[in-house]
C-alpha cells in the first residue's frame, strides 16, 4: 500500500487542498492553516512551485502553489496584488515554507488571503517541494486514468440502456445508481413525472417541488441551477420537453463532479430517444403509476404520498379524496381515455389523478376542498365518462381525508364494481354506484365465481333443475313465484298465471324433490338466497 494515498480520498472524488496537506510527504513539514479553512475542499488540478514575484501568469486556475516566501514584494499594495492575482486566477492555496526568510507569516499576507479567502499554509518545516509535487502528480493521473474508465463505463451502461428500448423509468433509475444522488425527470410545467431518491426520501426530494423547481431556471446543457441542482434539457421531436435533475447530496455530501455532469448529460440523451420509442405520454405513466402505488400502499410512508402526488400537481394538503373507478364497458372509449378523462377533468377544474388500473378500468383519484360536496364532482365524472363510452359504469368508496386511506377508497370501489352485473340500472337520484347499492343479489353476484356459492346453490335447487330439465316442466319458476310472493300462495299463483289447486300440487312436488317444508320461515330464506344466488351465476 502506498502511504500517500490521502485519508479517505477514492475514485470518485476529486483530489483538494485538505487531501494534499494529509499527504506524508507534506505533514513531516507541519502544515498549519492560517486563512480560508472553509475552503480546504477546493479541487487540486495540479501542483506549481514558484519563487517568481507574478506567478499567477503561468497557472490555469486550482493549482496548489508553493514558496519558501523568497519572492513575496516587501510592501503591504505589492502583497496584496500578489494574492489577489492568485485569487483572481483561481489558485487552490498558496503553502509557505516559514524556513529561510520568514518564521511567522506577514501580517500583509494573512490580511490579503483572508480578504479574498485563499487558504494560506504555513510549513514549520523544510520539505521536499519535489517530492510533494511528484506525489500529488502522480496521484492526479493516476484519478484521471480512473474517470476516463469510469466515464467509458458510463458511455457503454447508457448505450446499453438505449439499445434494449429502456424505458424513462429504467434510465433515471440507472443514472440515480451511477451517481449515488437523487435524480427526477420533470416536465415543462415542472410536474415532477418520476422520482428515484439515493440517499434522501421521496418526500425530502419533492416537497414543494414546483416552487423549488421554477426558482432554478432552465439551461439548454448540463448547468448548475440557482439552488445548486444539476439540471439538463430533455427533447422530444426537436424541442424542449422537459428536464432532468440531479439533486444535491446532504449538506455533508460530496459537491458536483465531473462524472456527474456526464452521467447527467447521457441521461437526458437516454431519455431524449426513449421518448421517442415510448409513445405512451410520461404524464400518464406517471399518473398510472402514482395511482398503482396507491392503491397497492407501496409508498415508504404517508409523507412520501403526498409529496409525490403533490409533485404531479394534485392538491395533496388539506383536501379530501375520493376514488372512483370507471368501466369502460363493451368498448366505445376511442383512443387514449386516460388523457382524454383527464383533461375533461382539467377543463372543468377538478383535481384527480387518472390512470388506468387493468384492461377497461380507469382509477380516479379526486381531491376535494374541505367544505366541497362530493356527490356534484362524481356526477360531473359520470358525464364526462359517458362521453367517452356511453356505456361506461362508474363505482366509488367512500371519502377520506388523507391520502394514505385512498387504498381503502379503491378498494370499496373495487368492491361496487365487482358486484354491479352489466345492465344495471341506476338509482334514481343519481348515475354512479356506491357501496349502499349493494344488496343481495349483487353480493352474490360478486361472489358467483367462489365455487362455495356454487356448491350450495346446486345442492339446494340441483334435484328441481335437473327434474325440470328431464320432465319439461318449470317447477323453479313456480318456486320463483312463491318465494318472491313472501310464502303468499294465493299471490303466487296470480304472478304464475295458474290456479290455487295447481300451485298447491306444484309446491307439494318440489317439496318432495328438495325434501324441503316450504312453510318453515328459515328454510324458504335458504331456498330464496340460492336461486338468488343461481341468478348471479347464469347472469354471468
Known sequence: MNDDHPPGHGPTRALTVADVLALPVLATGQPQVVTGVPHLDRPVRWVHITELTDPASFLKGGELVLTTGMPLPDDVMGVRRYVDELADVGAAALVIELVRRYHRPPDALVDACRLR????????????????????????????????????????????????????????????????????????????????????????????????????????????GAADWLTAPVEYQGERWGRVVM???????????LEDITVLERTAMALTVARLIHPTPWERTAHRNALRDLVEQRHRSAEDA??????????????????????????GAGTEPEARLFQ???????????????????????????????????????????????????????????????????????????????????????????????????????????????????????????????????????????????????????????????????LRTVERLLDRDLESGEQRTE??????ALDAVRAH
Open 117 to 224: 479567502d485563499l487558504p494560506l499554509v504555513t510549513l514549520a518545516k523544510d520539505v521536499n517541494f519535489l517530492e510533494v509535487t511528484q506525489v500529488v502528480h502522480a496521484l492526479l493521473l493516476g484519478n484521471q486514468a480512473d474517470a476516463m474508465r469510469r466515464t467509458q463505463r458510463i458511455h457503454e451502461a447508457f448505450t446499453a440502456l438505449t439499445l434494449r428500448g429502456a424505458g424513462p423509468e429504467d434510465v433515471v433509475r440507472a443514472a440515480a445508481e451511477m451517481c449515488g444522488r437523487t435524480v427526477v425527470l420533470e416536465n415543462l410545467v415542472h410536474q415532477a413525472l418520476i422520482c428515484e431518491p439515493s440517499g434522501s426520501t421521496v418526500e425530502e426530494a419533492l416537497t414543494d417541488w414546483e416552487e423549488r423547481s421554477r426558482a432554478t431556471g432552465t439551461d439548454d446543457r448540463a448547468a448548475r
Open 344 to 506: 375533461e377533468l382539467r377543463a372543468a377544474g377538478v383535481p384527480a389523478l387518472v390512470g388506468e388500473l387493468a384492461p377497461d378500468r380507469l382509477g380516479v383519484l379526486l381531491a376535494l376542498r374541505p367544505s366541497q360536496p362530493w356527490r356534484p364532482v362524481v356526477e360531473r365524472l359520470c358525464g364526462l365518462a359517458l362521453g367517452l363510452a356511453p356505456r361506461a359504469v362508474v363505482t366509488v368508496g367512500s371519502e377520506v381525508a388523507d391520502l394514505s386511506d385512498t387504498a381503502r377508497s379503491f378498494r370499496e370501489a373495487a368492491r361496487v364494481a365487482e358486484a354491479t352485473p352489466p345492465g344495471q340500472p341506476l338509482p334514481a337520484d343519481r348515475s354512479f354506484h356506491e357501496l349502499s347499492d349493494i344488496g343481495l343479489h349483487r353480493l352474490l353476484y360478486a361472489l358467483r365465481e367462489d365455487t362455495r356459492i356454487q356448491e350450495y346453490t346446486e345442492q339446494q335447487l340441483g334435484r328441481l333443475i335437473d327434474h325440470d330439465a328431464q320432465h319439461g316442466t318449470d317447477l323453479l319458476t313456480t318456486l320463483r313465484h312463491y318465494l318472491d310472493a313472501a310464502g303468499n300462495k294465493t299471490t303466487a299463483a296470480r304472478r304464475g298465471g295458474l290456479s290455487r289447486e295447481t300451485m298447491y300440487q306444484r
Open 527 to 532: 331456498l330464496h338466497v340460492a336461486l338468488t
Open 247 to 257: 439533486l444535491p447530496a446532504r449538506s455533508d455530501g460530496p459537491a458536483f463532479g
Open 306 to 331: 403526498r409529496a409525490r402526488c403533490a409533485a404531479l400537481g394534485l392538491p395533496a394538503d388539506g383536501s379530501r379524496f375520493l376514488a372512483a373507478l370507471v368501466e369502460l364497458r363493451a368498448g
